[in-house]
């Protein structure tokens, strides 16, 4: 039950460009969440945004949701060398279902 | 510190061997999540507790037994009968209900067959 789907799989850009992921789901939601995860360890809880949201800004991440689409985008501006990482977006209905993710890459 | 702690870090298992994976929490998260991730891959989740003494199980839960006897701890028991069980663990924990923010997670177990 693979509720979020991101893409693109992979992305490559300068330090100092914005990145944008995507990521849709299949059925109605409570909320949609982004994590990050660096290689090899533990994913960490980048921001929440709820199904009565449109839009939502932590630094220097802006996440926006539309339900209609059932679709969200993370994007990440003035990238760092420090933001490659794997990111996913899940969903919580009743428990959190994950996509495949995007994983990042930020050249100095 | 409040947190959710795995443990070992790195585990090896012999074929035929059963092996248990340790999870603690003591962020008085009601819900406690078990997660298997393949290489270049995104987290499939195992089982599931929302409360102490009941357990769920998810999409890949065949060869994997859980118990939740205390609300911190959720171990994870990867039997023989798990034909591939080289992967990366992830347990995971949360409130739940109306005040949910969010997972925290561990930083994972890496089990190797050897």
């Known amino acids: 039950s693979q509720q979020g789907e991101e893409d693109p799989q992979a992305l490559s850009i300068q330090e100092g460009e914005n990145a944008t992921m995507n990521c849709s789901y299949k059925t109605s939601i409570n909320n949609l969440q982004w994590y990050r995860q660096n290689s090899g360890r533990g994913l960490v809880h980048l921001i929440l945004i709820r199904s009565n949201e449109r839009e939502k800004h932590s630094g220097r991440l802006r996440v926006t949701l539309d339900t209609s689409k059932k679709s969200s985008s993370l994007l990440i501006t003035a990238s760092r060398a420090a933001d490659t990482a794997s990111y996913f977006c899940?969903?919580?209905?009743?428990?959190?279902?994950f996509g495949g993710g995007t994983r990042l890459m930020v050249k100095p | 510190d409040g947190g959710i702690t795995q443990s070992p870090k790195y585990l090896f298992r012999k074929e035929g061997q059963n092996v248990t994976l340790s999870c603690e929490q003591n962020l008085n998260h009601d819900a406690m999540y078990w997660y298997r991730q393949d290489p270049g891959q995104g987290l499939r989740l195992i089982y599931y507790s929302q409360i102490v003494n009941d357990f769920q199980k998810g999409d890949i839960a065949e060869g994997y037994s859980v118990s939740r006897e205390k609300k911190e701890s959720f171990p994870l028991t990867v039997t023989s009968a798990q034909k591939n069980p080289t992967a990366f663990y992830l347990c995971?924990?949360?409130?739940?209900?109306?005040?949910?923010?969010?997972?925290?997670f561990g930083s994972g177990t890496r089990l190797t067959v050897v």
């Open positions: 995971a924990s949360s409130i739940t209900g109306t005040f949910f923010y969010g997972y925290t």
């Open positions: 899940a969903t919580n209905d009743n428990m959190l279902t």
